[in-house]
């Protein structure tokens, strides 16, 4: 369709959630997505549009160039971040005040993943999987060839198959075995938290060098459950409560009101077989307290 020359407030609500959809996936820190949501908006706002036929690529497109730009300067930061690092939460759900596109790709598992790959690899994946992009449009913001772009998207797309072909809890199993897994740290109880995790389950704790977290991910369930209730004795949580995030649910945990840490975890046969732990106060800013 043809617009006008000036952003309409009513064009730039409906295409809110892709652009910074896009970013997020891209950068996976809401702050950065933010961030680059506001640089779009203001872009878009000073430009003339009026030979503009789609919108909606036109504004995805400028935020996938800018935050390419953003995550190719951030590498250095990531490399350098203290422990293993995990994606800001993003708070997803009906009573979520800002919605925002949520499938697979949006999911905790998928980003973890999605942080091994080159900027450019993620970006085309993203803009290919997710936006249905071109190659050609793609190439136009990476700055290669249309078949350079194809070639980045596959090699990504293998890198994430395991993920998208794992099968996932359905959310009350999810909730049900994260409940289980709180009641029985708390209660110190080695043999329920063992029982409730795979025993090859990994542990990732993500406190930033902030907060006392684990440095390496740890690996079995006798170390894992051993961790959890050491944690629970040390900074004595008082309250629990199942939030959404990314699309599917995660237990958050407090004392005081104040959010200690948020846990998501893939669970397969009832049984935990990932558990990652978001301790790093920044990350956590934006779920907030009780």
């Known amino acids: 369709m043809e617009l006008t020359d000036v952003l309409a407030d009513a064009d730039w609500a409906s295409h809110r959630p892709a652009v910074f959809g896009a970013a997020y996936r891209i950068l996976g820190t809401v702050a950065e997505a933010e961030d680059v949501t506001q640089e779009v908006w203001l872009r ?6 009026s030979d503009v036929r789609d919108l909606r690529a036109w504004l995805v497109t400028v935020a996938a160039r800018t935050s390419y730009n953003v995550l190719k300067s951030a590498r250095v930061r990531r490399e350098s971040y203290v422990g293993p690092w995990l994606p800001e939460p993003l708070l997803t759900g009906p009573d979520v005040a800002t919605q925002v596109l949520v499938d697979e790709s949006v999911g905790t598992a998928m980003l973890v993943v ?3 790959l080159t900027p450019a690899e993620r970006v085309a994946l993203v803009l290919h999987d997710v936006f249905d992009f071109p190659f050609a449009r793609i190439a136009e913001v990476l700055g290669g060839t249309p078949a350079a772009s194809r070639k980045l998207a596959s090699r990504a797309r293998a890198r994430i198959a395991q993920v998208k072909e794992r099968p996932r809890a359905s959310r009350a199993e999810t909730e049900r075995v994260l409940g289980a897994f709180k009641a029985a740290a708390e209660a110190g109880d080695m ?8 025993p090859g389950a990994v542990y990732v704790g993500d406190g930033g060098g902030r907060v006392a977290a684990a ?6 369930a006798e170390p894992i459950a051993l961790l959890a209730v050491r944690l629970v004795t040390i900074r004595r949580p008082d309250a629990t409560r199942i939030v959404e995030v990314n699309g599917y649910p995660a237990l958050a945990t ?10 998501t975890a893939e669970i397969t046969d009832g ?3 990932e558990l990652r732990r978001l301790a790093n106060p920044e990350k956590l800013a934006r779920i907030g307290h009780i």
């Open 114 to 116: 999605m942080e091994r």
């Open 44 to 49: 878009a706002a000073a430009a003339d549009l």
């Open 191 to 198: 043999a329920g938290l063992v029982a409730l995790l795979d």
């Open 271 to 273: 049984r935990i077989t």
């Open 215 to 220: 440095r390496r991910p740890v690996l079995g």
């Open 254 to 263: 407090y004392r005081a009101g104040q959010l200690l840490w948020l846990d």
